[in-house]
Structure formats: C-alpha cells, structure tokens
C-alpha cells in the first residue's frame, strides 16, 4: 500500500500493516462463524480461544516464568497507576517510586492518593534528561514496592539496565518500551502496560504479575480494580474488550515472526541508531534531549536551535509525509517514536529529510 503515511505517532502509533490487512480480512466474517468477532459472546468457544492464546503468547514472548499471573484488562496504565498502591500497598507501608518525567510523576500523583509516597531517587532537577543511576536509589525500610517508568514516552528517556530492589518488589510502567527487548521477568513483582504502543490498539491493558501479589487488599477496593478479581476468572469478569484483544493477539504473533523480542531488539537498534547518529552528525544542528546515557531507543526527542525552525520543521515534514514528529507540549522542540510496527524504510526516509532540512536550513 504505497499511501501509507511516515507514522512516528507517540500512541496510538503505528501497526504493523501485515496485521491490519489481516484484520480486514477477518473484520466481517471470522473464521466462517457467520458473525464479526466483535459480535460474538465471549463465553463462546472461539472468543475464549483467542483470548487464551494472547496471555499465552504474552507468556512466551516475554519469557514470563510460573508463578506469574498474565492479566488482560481495561482502564488503560493510568488506571494501573492507582491500582498497583490499591492492591499493594499496606498500612504502616511506603510506596517507592523513581521519579524520572511526566509518566512517572503522574503514578507518583496517584499513588499518594492511597497512602506515604517515597521518592527513592529523582532527575527532575536535570529536567528528566537522564535515568538515576543504580546506586542513586534510595528505598526506605518499609517500601511495599519500588515503581519505576521503563521508558519516558515524553522525555525520551529509558532504563538501559534495571535495579535490583532485593526483596522488594519491583514494579514497572512498561507502556512505551513492553515487548521492544528481551526482559527478565522474574526481576519484577509487577509490569503493566497499554496496548495502544508496541501491543496493539487502545483498549487492552497488559498486567503481569507475581502470585504472591495478587491477595486480598488491605483497603476497600472495588471489584474491578482488584487483582484477584481478573488472576481468578482468567480476565473474564466481566466483558473483556474483545476486539482490542483480537487486534494484540494478531500483533503478538507478528513479533513472533520478526524473531520475538530479541528479533526487534536488533532492528529497533539499528533504527534508533540512525536517528541519533544523524542528530550525533548534525554539529548541534539537532540536539538531543535525553542525556546519551539515557536515551530511548522507544521515543527520540530532539531539538532544534530556535522554537521557529521547530514549527518548520514540523510543517515541512507534514508536507513530506511525516506524520507525528511534533513534540509533546511539555518538552517541546521534536519526537520520533519508533516502536516496533514502525518499519526502518519510515526511520530511513526521516533520516534522508533531516540531513536535508539541516542542509537547506542550516
Ligand atoms: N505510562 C506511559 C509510559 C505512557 O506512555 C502512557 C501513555 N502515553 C501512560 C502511562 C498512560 O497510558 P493510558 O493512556 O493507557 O492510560
């Protein structure tokens, strides 16, 4: 399909084209049941089976040991932003949190909501540009977790390497960065993530979590936002979002052809890579935000030398088919998010329109 756009969107984002073409595919009838898949109940036997085979595939793909529940739920990360203290935290408990950029500080907002916050270490006295260093944290005595925000969307910003919080769970927000390089899951207590990213569209949220976690709360907890709840019923309390769940489903299996996450790993390398060595080559044409320490192979913000070169930059990349390369308002100047369903031909193609917008603007 050759109109289709440059997509760097930060999320929803890209998918990959393979899958949609195979949704339209099976978008009116699925698999001769004489219905859509959206109108099916999902108590019937071929919704169970798609469902089923999504945590499985989140299983496999991610490498997630026994002992760990895999649930699928709705509300997006900022609902897990209030759930994770809801369910984890206990009285006379801190919750731990790393504070590096804007994702970061609204699970921080959330969770003082449910009782002490700690911050066990801090960048925002060097405006998020970096990720703390292991030894900066700091978790105090009684921390019920460590929450942590593996890839800043708006900054930028990744964990290159993640703590070791010992005995303390570790809890991530992997919304942005899930499934883009192979992770240790047994290191973590916890991760969650929307699908609108690297799993899929909006509407399905991704929660894996260590049995041992998933307990009876120590507050009052509604229904739906307990874990128990979804780890009981298979993430069949209530009516999933069944298309949403299709959609990651058919995304997953796409992974698993390009190699699983190892296999994007290396081509979400190369293709940050290019981007950061053409800003490396620009000579202070481009700079980049995130510090080189920390930076994203996720989302590549950068600047330009004024606010006014910035907007062209944004109007002669639409005009040339870039969609998405705006900055978020917070940070300003210029993003490309590159997740994995964003091919390197779109990463080429930008790199050829940025030595070229610094050739006739520099
Ligand atoms: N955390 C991170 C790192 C994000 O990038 C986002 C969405 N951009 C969120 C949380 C919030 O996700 P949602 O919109 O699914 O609530």
Request: hydrophobic share 40%; net charge negative; proline share 4%.
């Amino acid at each position: 399909m050759s109109n289709r756009a440059y997509n760097f969107n930060a999320g929803p984002a890209a998918l990959p084209l393979e899958v949609l073409q195979q949704a339209q595919e099976q978008f009116v009838e699925f698999e001769n049941s004489g219905m859509s898949l959206m109108e099916m109940s999902h108590r019937g036997a071929i919704y169970e089976r798609v469902h089923n085979e999504t945590e499985q595939l989140v299983r496999e793909l991610m490498g997630v040991p026994d002992g760990y529940k895999v649930l699928l739920v709705q509300g997006g990360a900022s609902t897990q932003f209030a759930m994770v203290p809801m369910n984890l935290l206990k009285p006379d408990q801190a919750a731990a949190y790393v504070a590096t950029g804007s994702w970061a500080t609204k699970a921080i907002k959330e969770a003082k909501l449910f009782g002490e916050v700690a911050i066990a270490a801090s960048s925002e006295a060097d405006a998020y540009k970096r990720i703390p260093s292991l030894d900066e944290l700091n978790v105090p005595g009684n921390a019920a977790y460590v929450h942590l925000t593996s890839n800043e969307t708006i900054e930028g910003t990744q964990w290159a390497e993640y703590p070791d919080t010992g005995d303390v769970p570790l809890v991530a927000d992997m919304s942005s960065d899930i499934l883009c390089r192979p992770v240790d899951v047994s290191r973590f207590g916890l991760i969650y993530a929307g699908a609108q990213k690297n799993l899929g569209p909006s509407g399905v949220t991704i929660v894996v979590v260590r049995e041992d976690l998933v307990g009876a709360p120590s507050m009052t907890v509604p229904t739906m936002f307990r874990y128990d709840t979804h780890a009981k019923s298979g993430s069949l309390y209530n009516t999933p979002p069944s298309f949403a769940i299709y959609m990651a489903n058919r995304v997953l299996n796409w992974v698993k052809a390009q190699g699983g996450a190892a296999g994007v790993e290396r081509l979400n390398r190369e293709k940050a890579n290019l981007i950061y060595s053409t800003i490396d080559a620009s000579g202070g044409f481009y700079k980049g935000f995130a510090n080189a320490d920390s930076r994203s192979i996720m989302n590549v913000t950068f600047r330009l030398g004024s606010e006014e070169l910035e907007k062209k930059f944004v109007k002669d990349s639409e005009a040339a088919g870039f969609v998405g390369l705006k900055g978020h308002r917070d940070v300003g100047g210029l993003r490309a998010s590159i997740y994995n369903a964003v091919p390197l031909s779109s990463v080429k193609a930008l790199v050829d329109f940025m030595g070229e917008f610094a050739r006739t603007n520099g």
